[in-house]
């Protein structure tokens, strides 16, 4: 607060305070501008998508093209997600400890960093390009299929859940790895009963996140998962709905009713990613404090 | 705080079994409805797409089956019954030799007859306003750029056009109706032909690319001053307006089932392949509309579906251009001509 | 091994050695046939992308790189990446323009002026659009932000500005200009949250100490915040970009799929991920399908230097610090 020395007249200071005072409101504007986005686009989901938020939503099926005014939905879309996002995790959550435990484990640094590396990489690979991988991979020749979409989701997630997993397992202290090894107990069995149980909350963590994300990508599933049928379907064999691909298909219709159901359907989707992202968060700050707190 | 812990993580839970027993109840409640019978699935054309969507009732009720169509566009479904992920692709738009060979082995069959209108957006002008092809051929070159212009004027007379700008809506994607108006054009505007000729997709000079019929209408309806082309059931359900077309004899035509099957009968023999044109019809069709065009389904010779999809097939052209169908659409049942060649390709289909 | 030790065992675990190891190996094994598996899928990306521009890279080599065309037209197909790398360096590196100055608002705001209690909770909300879905921002796009920018902003901007080419007449609704606010949106809070972190790390002395001197905050900010995170903004930024480039789905609900290089920023505009994104599945011909996936080659390369540029960054200054940071925000 004092000036001593830093001024020449009292202009100075007015001026220097009054650049301050700027700076300052700018910075309050740009936070007001952020949550203003943000609201903006809360209640325009919200609002837009009320007349068609209902149950039909997830119990009717979309009929394409329709002349009557007959109830739709996007059934196979919700159903199509919950296969889609269940199996990518499936395929995505052990892969992900095991390369977290490999790299904390068991290998040297030059591995680590090397291996590290590579799950950045992976990590910035673009959606859609992962979507052309997993097509020149998995659907040419074979058509399209629930698999390959999940595929396609999973090697999204792996980088996520894997990082996730690092960053509890460096908060395990090696005192408690020690001591184990000590007592006689096997490193297998350390790592499995001792250090990875003291995880399941970071990884839990992860993997919510994980799953938010994915629940929500397009881009992979387009080439992957998208001639699909109407009616509902739980068989990955067959390419599935998706609720991402679906709003993106209703977004260019020229039908307001499409439009509203593409709005509830966000409107669910975000109350989805919502919920996990909060609930990771809660979750991830609790195990931290358990971790944290020996 | 452990049992608070605990009860928001029981009650999470909970929420999360009740929301998924809700989602896997009412999709079951949805399956029950239909048979347990074989899927045929389909993609391409969006074109025909309308109708498609009107088939797939009638054909679950007939034989049982469960149609999926995915209206990717006339060029993806070739790439995907090509590629054999789908068990029959649609096409407005006939295939090359180029594409033949790729198919390996596939069959073109002519089943349905529509047209394309051209849709605009202009709340101050008359629906059916008169438009020629020269003078659309312009707009879609970009040299015509105001509603107000002179060319057409000429053929408005009567009409008090405002100044408001032309925005084009045209496919990004390759499309057979895109096939369709740029045939046209190049029919009837030598200077298209040069510049831009006929393909399922061309480097347009002007306007805003969509994806699909539905994604043009959607532009158009959404804009004020467009003008986009689409199969004209398109243009009906999003209450658009579209042009009446100049054609070869000088008179106004609409895209309705009298136009549309008096451009048909100007081409009343499919060639080797099955393919028809019957863009801009010559002097002696009176009423044709000019933008009118067959539909091709294409399936593969041989195929395991075979029994499934000759069934699929003879119901399509058949009893699926029946007036329950088709009507409302303004698609228009297929000629005798045509039909009986349709018929004897789909006998050829065999596993 | 004291003879306590060996007392101690030796009854246990007559076998000691090679039981435990057979798990232990087991493990490792599992373990690193997992890492390998992870390398190996990398590798296959790369290599699949490749193998599919296949055809597309033997006919045109680098000089599709340059080629402002993408003709399909049969007979005369043409096809060149120019025009879609100049839409996306346009419209991220506007992007990245506009979002700095919004991001690193945020972050000091968060760090140096937000009351405790609002801290939190803002974090969490800026986050929280992080958060959104590309899709569901592309269909706000679509519906409400490109139709208001067409008939409110556009035309202001044009009549005010419009002697500046990028400034022209409005246009339809989907635009460049529409993807780039977009675009923000998207890469804002990552920004922003990567910012906030760097800034709540600078040490309490340096600050302190300056505001002793009787420096303003914002002199504070600009002489000692600015420079200890500068190494990592920069590293933010980069990764931000490297969004903005990756993003094909909200972009190309919005921008209109035009495929000319112009400098007006209300007309239609195309970008790498989504041309390809708009054009995949309909594509006719093998070498269309295969210049598409050399696009996605192009975005591969670009999105792997800027992804390693960061990482490099971010060593870099982590070494100056003496910190090691282990994973992002």
Known sequence: MSSAGFELGGNHLTRRRRVNLGMEMLAWLAATIALAVLGIMVYAVAGRGSSELNLDLITKQPIPFSLTNAPQGLSNAFAGTIVLVAFATAMALPVGILV?????????????????????????????????????LLVLGNGQSGFAGSFALACLMLPLVARATMEVLVLVPNSLREAALGLGIARWRTTLSIVLPQTIGGILTGTVLAVARVAGETAPLLFTSSLVGNKPSWNPAHALQSIPVAIFELSESPDPKDHARAWAAAFVLLLFILFASLGARWLALRSRRKLTAR | MPKLGSLIRISAVVAAAALLAVA????????????????????????????????????????????????IGSGGGIAAITGRTVDFGASDAPLTSDQFNACNGCLQIPWALGATAIMFNEPSVPNLLHMDG????????????????????KLNPKVSLPSTAITVAHRSDNSGTTYNLTDYLSHVSPAWQAQFGTAVAVNWPVGVGAKGSSGVAGVVASTQGAIGYADVAFALKN???????????????????????????????????????IVNPPKKYPVAYPISTFTYVIVPQQTAKAADLRKFLFWAVTKGQAGQYTAALRFVPIPKSVLVVAEKTIAKIHS | MSSVDAAAEAPRRPFTGRRVRFGDLVLQLVAGAAALATTVLVGLIIWKVIDGARLSLSKYGLGFVTRIAWNPVPGHELYGAASFLFGTAVTSFSALLLATPLAIGIALFLTELAPRPLQAPVTALV????AIPSVVIGLWGILVLGPALRDHVEPTLHSVLGFIPLFGPKGAGPSVFTAIVVLTIMILPIVASISRELFLGVPHELKEGALALGTTRWEMVRGVMFPYARGGIAAALILGFGRAIGEAIAVTQVIGGGVFIHWNLFGTGDTLGAKIAASYQGASTNLQASSLIYLGLILLVFSLIVNLAAQWVVRRSARKHGIVRGGRA
Not at chain 1, 100 to 128: K, M, Q, W
Not at chain 2, 36 to 64: D, E, K, R
């Open chain 1, 100 to 136: 977290a435990v490999y790299l904390n484990e068991f290998a040297p640094p030059s591995i680590r960093n090397g291996v590290t590396l590579i799950l950045d990489i992976l990590n910035g690979v673009p959606a859609i390009v992962i979507g052309i991988f997993v097509y020149g």
């Open chain 2, 24 to 71: 896997v109840v009412g999709t079951a409640g949805a399956s029950r409805a239909s048979h347990n019978g074989t899927t045929i699935t389909g993609a391409g054309s969006s074109f025909v797409s309308p109708l498609v969507a009107q088939w797939v009732a009638g054909i679950g009720a007939a034989y049982g089956y469960e149609l999926q169509y995915s209206p």
């Open chain 2, 134 to 153: 020269p003078t659309l051929a312009s707009i879609f070159m970009g040299q015509i750029k105001t509603w107000n212009d002179p060319a057409i004027k």
């Open chain 2, 239 to 277: 209450h658009l307006k579209y042009f009446a077309m100049k054609n070869a004899s000088g008179f106004f035509t609409t895209p309705g089932s009298r136009g549309i099957l008096a451009a048909a009968s100007s081409d009343q023999k499919p060639d080797a392949n099955n393919a028809l044109s």
């Open chain 3, 127 to 130: 986050e929280t659009l992080a």
